[in-house]
């Protein structure tokens, strides 16, 4: 099975900073990583897929990047919308997702 | 709008069952892969069941495998997920979501489980 690891878990910044997340797989994948967000009490919402595209109506301040074993999703501008659990999600085989990285107000 | 209706959670004691149902809207049910994925409180996603658009191929997650049983029912744009001999670990909030791709682009809001004696 493949395992997806985030870093960091927590993340603390303020409104403006620019936000990177990390996600490494334990076996290539290509680029078949996908990003989501998940708010309190929401079910998660799909940011970007094939580790760099950005899904219909995301803001451009989301981007990703990587690919074999490493990613990255990053926030240029961190807005007060932003301020949730990312995950990562693996699907060259099967799916795995990575266990969360909450972005909390600085 | 594309729209995920899960119902059907609820209190179940240990070894008990459950179905869950998801109701599609808004997009041609029978196209599409679809997935169940649940939340342990306060825990990380984990995928458990997926069923292709005709039904014929399923995969499940070794957590549930031989216990629960995903399917579907295109005529009613419906998704099921059959949980059989529950599990206190089995505790969790469950999403349908709509697999395009591999990739989960629209998710319902879930149906809760708990398994508690």
């Known amino acids: 099975d493949i395992q997806m690891t985030q870093s960091p878990s927590t993340l603390s910044a303020s409104v403006g900073d620019r936000v990177t997340i990390t996600c490494r797989a334990s076996q290539s994948i290509s680029s078949w990583l996908a990003w989501y967000q998940q708010k309190p009490g929401k079910a998660p919402k799909l940011l970007i897929y094939?580790?760099?595209n950005l899904e219909s109506g995301v803001p451009s301040r989301f981007s990703g990047s990587g690919s074999g074993t490493e990613f990255t999703l990053t926030i240029s501008s961190l807005q007060p919308d932003d301020f949730a659990t990312y995950y990562c999600?693996?699907?060259?085989?099967?799916?795995?997702f990575g266990q969360g990285t909450k972005v909390e107000i600085k | 709008e594309v729209q995920l209706v899960e119902s059907g959670g609820g209190l179940v004691q240990p070894g008990g069952s459950l179905r869950l149902s998801c109701a599609a809207s808004g997009f041609t049910f029978s196209n599409f892969e679809m997935i169940w994925v649940r939340q342990a409180p306060g825990k990380g996603l984990e995928w458990v069941s997926y069923i292709s658009s005709n039904g014929l191929t399923i995969h499940d997650a070794d957590s549930v495998k031989g216990r629960f049983t995903i399917s579907r029912d295109n005529a009613k744009n419906s998704l099921y997920l059959q949980m059989n001999s529950l599990r206190v670990e089995d505790t969790a909030l469950y999403y349908c979501?709509?697999?395009?791709?591999?990739?989960?682009?629209?998710w319902g809001q879930g149906t809760l489980v708990t398994v508690s004696s």
């Open positions: 999600q693996q699907y060259n085989s099967l799916w795995t």
């Open positions: 979501a709509r697999d395009r791709s591999s990739r989960f682009d629209f």
């Open positions: 094939m580790a760099s």
